[in-house]
């Protein structure tokens, strides 16, 4: 069972440019915390002071090439969770955000050429497993690159904690010892 | 058609007969490396215990724990954390490796990075190992899945090959190509992919510089880096493997999603401007040169080792560090100290007025001697985002040993090869 809705309907609440180091979101000051109401009172602080307020829960944001570049922390991605964004569209990521994300369970779709294609507010469609984004204003429809069936398995699970959980949680995992020697 | 090394490695790992790029399988790490760190390992230990249910690893001898960052304040926080993945340790029979140094560097000299074996932290610096014909991926969070399981699930990458001819000029080192990679190739010229040096120049190369160029591959959005075995590796890992191991070399007519040529003797000394290592904000350095520094720092998993060590004596000896510039040089690990002593580095550099610590995480992360606000640094650290080392108002800029070391000297960012002609 998916945690995870099949298709999203939402609006770009954002594009980044290529390169994009996510810690800016909130602030390399800030990449420590997690406090839910600090992060709302930093999130995308820089780019524009009123995207948490503007912002609708099931909008997504839109990355370039190698989204996700640097050394990313966790809480930048978390604020934008907290504030309603469901997934990222992005050109391609840089594998460490990839993965870290992967785990956290955010949707994460590949689609090249989506920056240039789309505007701020646009209103899509997002197929998130089969990478597919309809665009309103033009009907246009973006092919990318779909997830593998690992990957599908993880984010509809929530997530890798959370995948493992259903595997292996509540009995013994594979990697426990089969005897506890005595003590 | 062939596989790559990086493909070798895999498929023994997943039990395959050969694996292809793009499959995704699980694969099981010969060793699944962590260093204690809040948030992470204790964590880990207690999803384990309390999600999982294991109360005592099966295989105690594939994990591997460090102590190596917040090592330098013993206060009570570093020992309540330490003592939780000793604790840890014992009870699962998990050797738990202290006071040694750096991790990245420390599973070299303990013989964990032996030729054809796969290795994984969440750390992705562990990619250094590469030096030495194993692969060392930086899985994140998923090294949970790894210690629950056994294994992990990876997609199979692509390999792009740098075939390297020549040797390094004076004054110019491995730090130098991996930024002249990033400048000429892209911060994703590998994205997902493993990089494989190839070619005289990487034959010639020695294994400190070997060890710091495969550390920094995260930074062309690789995954991994690796050379195939040789004498100089086997050499090295002879002497010290803890198991059994087999090498694997990449087939003459394996396929690589790319193939660059690099002529070492062409590079010249890169710096990298305050923010990020990517293309953009790489500088041949007569372009930084002049720039005013209070702080140079010589060490990490990416540098730091004895002929980084060598190069900041040769150039130190007999000088003294520029007034107002503190000149941290902190070797990777204790082995590297002591081989250091030993060769009377480490006397020279501190005539010099530079000051030497013991080998930790601690000075590359900002816990120990951090940036002030404004304060500029060189550094041969693994990164320069603001707050990295200290105050998000100070800046640092990264470059080799030989720079670094010039430039503790003069007070600001110089060409190493004026000081060194």
């Given amino acids: 069972m998916s945690v995870v809705e099949p298709v999203f309907a939402g609006r770009v609440a954002w594009i980044f440019g290529d390169d994009f180091d996510v810690d800016l979101i909130i602030g ?35 990355g370039g090439r190698n989204f996700g570049y640097g050394h990313p922390h966790y809480p930048a991605m978390i604020s934008l969770r907290n504030a309603g964004i469901v997934a990222v569209v992005a050109e391609s990521y840089a594998p460490g955000f990839w993965r870290g994300e992967l785990y956290q369970g955010m949707p994460l779709v590949t689609v090249p050429g989506i920056s240039s294609v789309l505007q701020r507010w ?60 005595a003590s | 058609m062939g596989s790559t090394i990086t493909e070798k490695i895999l498929a023994r790992a997943g039990g395959l007969d050969r694996v292809r790029p793009g499959q995704n399988a699980p694969f099981r790490p010969d060793y699944m490396i962590a260093y204690d760190y809040p948030g992470y390992t204790d964590v880990m230990f207690r999803q384990m215990a309390d999600d999982f249910g294991i109360d005592r690893v099966k295989d105690p001898e594939r994990y591997v724990l460090f102590i190596d960052h917040m090592t330098t304040r013993n206060d009570e926080r570093e020992k309540q954390m330490h003592d939780v993945t000793r604790e840890w340790g014992r009870r699962n029979g998990v050797e738990v490796h202290e006071g040694m140094g750096i991790g990245h560097q420390v599973s070299a000299e303990l013989g964990y990075a032996m030729p054809g074996k796969f290795l994984v932290h969440f750390d992705g610096h562990v990619s250094g190992l590469g030096a030495f014909g194993a692969l060392g991926w930086g899985v994140r969070k998923d090294l949970l899945e790894a210690w629950v399981t056994g294994a992990v699930y990876l997609d199979v990458p692509a390999s792009t090959q740098f075939h390297l001819e020549g040797r390094f000029a004076e004054g110019v080192d491995n730090r130098d190509l991996i930024h002249h990679i990033i400048a000429s190739y892209g911060a994703d010229a590998c994205a997902h992919q493993v990089m494989e040096y190839v070619g005289p120049g990487a034959r010639n190369m020695t294994i400190d510089r070997r060890q710091g160029l495969c550390a920094m591959a995260m930074f062309t959005g690789a995954v991994s880096a690796i050379f195939n075995p040789d004498e100089k590796s086997l050499a090295y890992v002879e002497k010290v493997a803890r198991a059994p191991f087999e090498p694997v070399y990449s087939d003459p007519d394996a396929e690589y999603s790319a193939k660059y040529s690099i002529d070492l003797d062409a590079l010249s000394p890169q710096v990298v401007l305050p923010g990020s290592a990517k293309s953009a904000n790489t500088r041949p350095v007569e372009a930084v040169a002049g720039t005013e520094i209070q702080h140079a ?125």
């Fill in chain 1, 28 to 62: 390399v000051e800030n990449i420590k915390y997690y406090d839910p109401d600090k992060l709302r009172s930093v999130c995308m602080q820089a780019f524009d002071p009123a995207f948490v307020t503007e912002v609708r829960p099931g909008d997504i944001v839109v």
């Fill in chain 1, 122 to 181: 646009d209103d899509v469609e997002v197929d998130w497993k089969a990478a597919t984004v309809r665009v309103a204003r033009t009907g246009e429809v973006l092919q990318g690159t779909p997830p593998s069936a690992h990957a599908i398995e993880v984010t509809e699970a929530g997530g890798g904690l959370n995948l493992l959980r259903a595997q292996y949680g509540g009995g013994r995992a594979p990697a426990a010892a089969e005897t506890v020697p």
């Fill in chain 2, 297 to 421: 720092y010589i060490g990490s998993c990416a540098s730091g080792r004895i002929e980084e060590i060598r190069a900041a004596a040769e150039l130190l000896k007999g000088k003294k560090v520029a007034p107002g510039v503190q000149f941290n040089v902190v070797p990777t690990s204790q082995r590297i100290y002591a081989q250091a002593q030993a060769e009377g580095l480490l006397d020279i550099l501190a005539e010099a007025g530079a000051r030497v610590a013991g080998a930790s995480c601690d000075f590359c992360v900002g816990y120990a001697s951090p940036l002030k606000p404004g304060d500029k640094c060189v550094s041969t650290g693994v990164l320069n985002i603001s707050g990295r080392m200290g105050s998000t108002d100070a800046e640092i800029y990264m470059g080799s040993a030989y720079t670094v070391a010039a430039s503790a000297l003069a007070g600001r960012i110089v060409d190493p090869r004026e000081v060194m002609s």
